[in-house]
């Protein structure tokens, strides 16, 4: 039972562009979450998170969104640079717990 | 600063040999964790410690323990490896009060034959 999942393997973005990355979560509970980026052969490293009271999030060229109706939220880079190509882990957790749920990944490469 | 630091960063072993894997961080986080990362699976954890001396199981305890003697380390331990453990495990610290993010290790990759 995948709590948290990110549907697109992989995505391609022009430089400049736009990248979306999308996570939704089945359990209503979650109230915390995460964006990590991962490069090849090291750890993930934090990128972004939001509070289940707010509905969005800004950090410079990072921003996500929360849609809590439809148990969603995104990412998005703008603009993209070819050194965002890597792989983005979205993460869920609920108070108290200290348990974080890991969605799948979704490679991104940005294209120069 | 050194963050989090595992080793080894590659270990290769036959099936029903023990190892341990090794985790310390410097930053005086309360919170450690192990996750293991697997093709199509994401990272899922296996085990994760509040402080000295308490850990609790993750979504994939099977076959690993842990311990927590000091805030520093946090290793894990295979029991009797098995091929279904081959997979690259990441350990993870964070300080424990209300939302953190995690600061994750570079990982390590092990092979069981």
């Known amino acids: 039972d995948q709590q948290v999942k990110q549907n697109s393997p992989s995505l391609s973005v022009q430089e400049g562009r736009i990248s979306i990355l999308n996570c939704d979560y089945t359990?209503?509970?979650?109230?915390?979450f995460l964006w990590y980026k991962k490069y090849p052969a090291e750890g993930p490293t934090f990128l972004i998170s939001?509070?289940?009271?707010?509905d969005k999030n800004e950090d410079g060229r990072f921003t996500v969104f929360l849609n809590k109706s439809a148990k969603h939220l995104s990412l998005h880079i703008v603009p993209s640079q070819p050194g965002d190509s890597a792989v983005y882990f979205c993460?869920?957790?609920?108070?108290?717990?200290?348990?974080?749920?890991f969605g799948t990944g979704t490679r991104l490469k940005v294209l120069a | 600063n050194a963050g989090v630091t595992q080793t080894p960063k590659f270990q290769v072993l036959k099936t029903g040999q023990s190892m341990t894997l090794q985790c310390a961080q410097d930053?005086?986080?309360?919170?450690m964790s192990w996750y293991r990362q697997d093709p199509g699976m994401g990272l899922r954890l296996i085990h994760y410690?509040?402080?000295?001396?308490?850990?609790d199981q993750g979504e994939v305890p099977n076959g690993y323990n842990v311990s927590r003697s000091t805030t520093e380390d946090f290793p894990l331990r295979l029991l009797s490896a098995a091929p279904s453990q081959t997979s690259v495990y990441f350990c993870?610290?964070?300080?424990?009060?209300?939302?953190?993010?995690?600061?994750f290790g570079d990982g390590t990759r092990l092979s069981i034959l």
């Open positions: 993870a610290s964070s300080y424990s009060s209300g939302n953190q993010p995690q600061h």
């Open positions: 359990n209503s509970m979650f109230d915390y």
């Open positions: 939001i509070s289940s009271i707010k």
């Open positions: 993460a869920a957790s609920y108070s108290g717990t200290y348990k974080y749920i």
């Open positions: 930053m005086n986080h309360e919170y």
């Open positions: 410690s509040v402080g000295a001396g308490i850990t």
